[in-house]
């Protein structure tokens, strides 16, 4: 069964500055996708960003950016130039497509709080 | 708009009650699913289906049930036989073409009166 870990329960964070969020998954299979999705205190679930498994090019959505590391089994997210807008949970999640078993599994989150 | 919309946002069920969670989308979207999340945790998943008529149980299906008799509707019912059913809920739902991303509802808090 796939799972996904992540290491850090809480963060802090100063504005402008830069954070990294960690997480670590553990699968045998090749193809897969890995998401970051962040939860803010409305409870809506909001994608960041998504990587696939086969591109060895790391994804980036303007201020987030990850260091996939396929071969160790890590996806961290980074956020340059922090914004208070960014405090929320952080969720780290994947997916194994087309298996007869397409459910993401969800880390457990890390809740991360931008200070001014 | 496309979207998934969750009725209602507040629910409160007595003791023995069964209720239901309403989940729509408009997404044109082939598998639906539920979440639930505790406080400070992360999603745990009750129940999916990939497509109509078809469900598969999830990590945490005792005590909840849910039909999928057509491809834009996923209901989920908390039976009395959920002893902790306080909890928010969300649903979701995602099809191929967006590459296996999960569209989330706005959820539903359950508290038991």
């Known amino acids: 069964a796939q799972t996904v870990t992540q290491s850090q329960p809480e963060m802090s964070v100063q504005e402008a500055e830069t954070v990294t969020l960690s997480c670590t998954y553990d699968?045998?299979?090749?193809?897969?996708?890995l998401f970051w999705y962040k939860q803010p205190p409305s409870r809506q679930m909001i994608l960041v960003i998504r990587q696939e498994a086969y591109k060895q090019q790391n994804a980036t959505e303007n201020r987030f950016s990850v260091n996939f590391q396929k071969a160790a089994k890590s996806f961290s997210l980074k956020i340059s130039d922090s914004q208070l807008g960014d405090t929320a949970m952080y969720f780290c999640a994947f997916i194994r497509p087309q298996g007869g078993s397409e459910k993401l599994v969800f880390g457990k989150g890390t809740k991360l709080t931008v200070n001014p | 708009d496309g979207g998934i919309t969750q009725s209602p946002k507040y629910l409160f069920r007595k003791e023995g009650q069964n209720v239901t969670l309403s989940c729509e989308q408009n997404l044109n979207h082939d598998a639906m699913y539920w979440y639930r999340q505790d406080p400070g945790q992360g999603l745990r998943l009750i129940y999916y289906?990939?497509?109509?008529?078809?469900?598969q149980k999830g990590d945490i299906a005792e005590g909840y049930s849910v039909s999928r008799e057509k491809k834009e509707s996923f209901p989920l019912t908390v039976t009395s036989a959920q002893k902790n059913p306080t909890a928010f809920y969300l649903c979701?739902?995602?099809?191929?073409?967006?590459?296996?991303?999960?569209?989330f509802g706005s959820g539903t808090q359950l508290s038991v009166l």
């Open positions: 289906s990939q497509i109509v008529n078809d469900f």
């Open positions: 699968t045998s299979e090749n193809n897969y996708y």
């Open positions: 979701a739902s995602s099809s191929r073409k967006t590459n296996e991303k999960l569209f």
